[in-house]
């Protein structure tokens, strides 16, 4: 959009939502800020990405890092990087190591970036009869020792979070005891816990499949609020956008964990028909989504320990992941500034009268129909980035570069 577009967008919308939410909106998407994924950037996965590198992939943490570095220049929204321990800090894939782990956060600071939640990963060699859920003692012992170090990472090196996500199931009824592989995983967190500093906040995520197809040990956000309830304090639920069956009510959810004070986090994404993990898009759920992170204070919160984490998970085939991710980050916004439009106080008389209908046609006038791309790009503009990072990344020749330079 150009300047001239954006304020007479500006004044429409000041005439429909008043010139307080509208200067509200443009404070929440300048202080919006999202991890984005080292592995988003690579070589990554087979199954669905048949083994697909994206144009000019990153070939090792440095060159993830010099490509979450754009990213931010060009958003100013994705100061920190996520990591996942054995690929980012390890030299065989199989052991993990404090001291590269420390290189990383160096190189992460050379880029004025700084590293974000720390994934322990599970689901490499030895998970196939389970992880933190096995019957097998030494391989708990293994991946509760690398949770461990993953702790040690988040309090030492970076922002105090740990996100976990387990590959434990079945595929067929009678494979697993079901009751004592939940008992097996509730006992290793504990000790994970125990063991953890206080001050990072543990996040367990949970899937509603996959790779078990009969049971997964964590198949909902009730069984990871369960968990974090047995674990203890500054312990929540990780939600992911494409880890439930279709149709989830996942606004809901959001609500009831921030009613019941669990401290939680997001991994963004779109699916379709399973754990696609596409580009977020500017869809209403996702909108829905803000108005109740917003409206439950746990976005802007003063108290920072108050507020949930919010990180990017996609790394979907095929397309250029740096539009990718890019895209992801301009749809959070324009979800998140037309949550903002909402008047609590008037949608609250409207409830309080029953008023169901009208209730509804008040919350889309700003959740589904705001064209609030003025209001995202004089965010943008205020401070001294492009309007739209998309095309400003489209016309800045770094694709060339690095697909010259990584051949």
């Known amino acids: 959009m150009n300047e001239k577009n954006v304020k007479q967008g500006l004044e429409n919308l000041i005439n429909e939502f008043g010139d307080r939410k509208i200067k509200s909106a443009i404070e929440a998407v300048k202080n919006f800020e999202v991890e984005i994924p080292s592995w988003v950037f690579g070589n990554f996965g087979g199954g669905r990405f048949g083994g697909y590198t994206p144009p000019g992939g990153a ?3 440095n060159e993830k890092l ?7 220049k060009l958003t100013g929204a994705t100061p920190r990087v996520a990591t996942h321990i054995l690929w980012d800090f390890s030299k065989d894939g199989y052991t993990p190591d404090y001291n590269i782990a420390k290189s990383v956060a160096k190189e992460c600071r050379q880029r004025k970036l700084e590293l974000g939640a720390i994934n322990p990963t599970y689901f490499l060699r030895g998970s196939y009869r389970g992880s933190l859920s096995s019957d097998e003692k030494n391989t708990i012992k293994y991946y509760a020792d690398q949770t461990i170090l993953g702790g040690k990472i988040a309090s030492e ?6 996100a976990l996500w387990f590959p434990d199931g079945s595929s067929y009824p009678g494979q697993r005891d079901l009751r004592r592989t939940f008992e097996n995983l509730r006992n290793a967190l ?3 816990r125990a063991a953890v500093p206080e001050q990072v906040r543990i996040l367990i995520e949970y899937k509603v499949f996959e790779p078990g197809t009969y049971s997964t040990t964590v198949p909902d956000y009730g069984t990871s609020a ?5 674990m203890g304090a500054n312990t929540g639920a ?15 959810i959001v609500a009831m964990l921030i009613a019941q004070k669990i401290p939680s986090g997001f991994h963004f994404n779109t699916r379709y028909s399973a754990d696609d993990d596409h580009s977020v898009e500017p869809n209403p759920q996702n909108t829905r989504i803000f108005y109740e992170l917003i409206s439950g204070d746990v976005i802007f919160n ?6 949930w984490g919010f990180m990017i998970d996609q790394a979907s085939s095929r397309e250029n ?10 749809s959070l916004h324009i979800c998140l500034a037309k949550a903002m439009l909402v008047d609590d106080s008037k949608l609250d008389t409207l409830q309080k009268k029953d008023e169901i209908i009208l209730a509804n046609r008040f919350f889309n006038n700003a959740t589904l129909h705001a064209d609030v791309r003025p209001i995202v790009a004089q965010a943008r503009m205020e401070k001294g980035l492009p309007a739209d990072p998309v095309q400003a990344y489209y016309n800045s020749g770094y694709q060339k570069k690095i697909e010259s330079e990584r051949k």
């Open 238 to 252: 990780l939600v992911d956008l494409g880890h439930h069956h279709q149709g989830t009510n996942i606004e809901q």
């Open 66 to 72: 010099d490509d979450a570095a754009y990213i931010n």
């Open 302 to 307: 003063k108290d920072k320990n108050k507020n």
């Open 321 to 330: 992941r740096m539009h990718a991710v890019l895209h992801s980050i301009d």
């Open 59 to 61: 070939r090792n943490i």
């Open 190 to 192: 504990k000790t994970i």
């Open 157 to 162: 090196l970076a922002n105090n979070v740990l």
């Open 226 to 230: 369960l968990l974090s309830l047995n």
